[in-house]
């Protein structure tokens, strides 16, 4: 994964992070010929074993979820009013050069305010699930000229981030959204580095009204072998901030024990 951007098309920027290596084909026409044939034995063997192969089965959850809404609810200039960006950068101890994700980015609210803070050795990795957005958002970063964002589209039970990469991975107002929280948890630890923190900012109050007791995630995320390292109200409302870090090995799908919700 790159970590400085270059400015590219549209194209490019839209949703992907180009691997940090490529292995580049021959040139010989002999061998692309070989190639060409392995490739083609490769997909059809593929193909014959794919009834074969399952998907992990991972447990769903026993609670409500929240549709995903627009995070154009206020202005950005209100949200500052109320501090609560710069109170949670703080609380997760965000330092220059460190790698962070920000998992359900947006248009880039808590993006463009963690980019200053990593600075220029630091980087930030804005990921959504919404085409759409990605895209604004990636029009957004090319126009502030946020060098150390990448930007990334990733699937609602996957955020896809490169493994062990991440000091800090940021759930701002969005996991209640999240349709299948033990599988994107089960992916999403793999993004943090041995003493990497998954940050949560929500709201004490039931999933159907974009909120998540802190009781409920506590337990969500002992159940992928996540544990709760801190925990603080943010002033000035019904949010709460909380620190996840690795704490057990990370269990088998079918091994996930739901919590009741």
Same mark, same amino acid.
């Given at each position: 994964m790159t970590v400085r951007p270059e400015r590219r098309p549209k194209a490019e920027v839209e949703g992907r992070i180009a691997p940090p290596f490529e292995r580049r084909p021959s040139t010989s026409p002999r061998t692309n010929g070989?190639? +060409?044939?392995?490739?083609?034995?490769?997909?059809?063997?593929?193909?014959?074993?794919?009834?074969?192969?399952?998907?992990?089965?991972f447990p769903k959850a026993d609670r409500d979820v929240a549709p995903i809404v627009s995070d154009a609810f206020s202005t950005e200039d209100?949200?500052?009013?109320?501090?609560?960006?710069?109170?949670?950068?703080e609380l997760a101890g965000v330092r220059p050069g460190m790698s962070v994700a920000d998992i359900g980015?947006?248009?880039?609210?808590?993006?463009?305010?963690?980019?200053?803070?990593?600075?220029?050795?630091?980087?930030?990795?804005?990921?959504?699930?919404?085409?759409?957005?990605?895209?604004?958002l990636a029009q957004r970063v090319n126009r502030e000229n946020l060098d150390n964002v990448s930007v990334l589209l990733g699937t609602p039970d996957d955020p896809k981030l490169p493994p062990r990469s991440f000091d800090r991975i940021f759930l701002v107002h969005m996991y209640h959204e999240v349709t299948s929280p033990y599988a994107f948890l089960w992916h999403l630890r793999e993004g943090l580095k041995r003493? +990497?923190?998954?940050?949560?900012?929500?709201?004490?109050?039931?999933?159907?009204?974009? +909120?998540?007791?802190?009781?409920l995630l506590e337990c969500e995320f002992a159940a992928l072998g996540l544990k709760l390292?801190?925990?603080?109200?943010?002033?000035? +409302?019904?949010?709460?901030?909380?620190?996840?870090?690795?704490?057990?090995?990370r269990p088998e799908p079918d091994e996930i024990k739901p919590c009741k919700g």
């Amino acid at each position: 994964m790159t970590v400085r951007p270059e400015r590219r098309p549209k194209a490019e920027v839209e949703g992907r992070i180009a691997p940090p290596f490529e292995r580049r084909p021959s040139t010989s026409p002999r061998t692309n010929g070989v190639v +060409g044939l392995c490739t083609a034995l490769l997909v059809l063997a593929a193909c014959r074993e794919a009834p074969e192969q399952q998907q992990p089965r991972f447990p769903k959850a026993d609670r409500d979820v929240a549709p995903i809404v627009s995070d154009a609810f206020s202005t950005e200039d209100a949200r500052d009013r109320l501090g609560e960006a710069e109170q949670v950068i703080e609380l997760a101890g965000v330092r220059p050069g460190m790698s962070v994700a920000d998992i359900g980015a947006g248009e880039g609210y808590y993006t463009v305010r963690l980019a200053p803070v990593v600075g220029p050795r630091g980087r930030v990795l804005a990921e959504d699930i919404v085409p759409e957005t990605i895209e604004l958002l990636a029009q957004r970063v090319n126009r502030e000229n946020l060098d150390n964002v990448s930007v990334l589209l990733g699937t609602p039970d996957d955020p896809k981030l490169p493994p062990r990469s991440f000091d800090r991975i940021f759930l701002v107002h969005m996991y209640h959204e999240v349709t299948s929280p033990y599988a994107f948890l089960w992916h999403l630890r793999e993004g943090l580095k041995r003493d +990497g923190e998954v940050i949560v900012v929500d709201s004490d109050r039931p999933p159907r009204r974009h +909120g998540m007791p802190p009781k409920l995630l506590e337990c969500e995320f002992a159940a992928l072998g996540l544990k709760l390292h801190r925990f603080q109200p943010i002033t000035g +409302g019904e949010a709460y901030f909380a620190a996840f870090r690795i704490a057990a090995p990370r269990p088998e799908p079918d091994e996930i024990k739901p919590c009741k919700g």
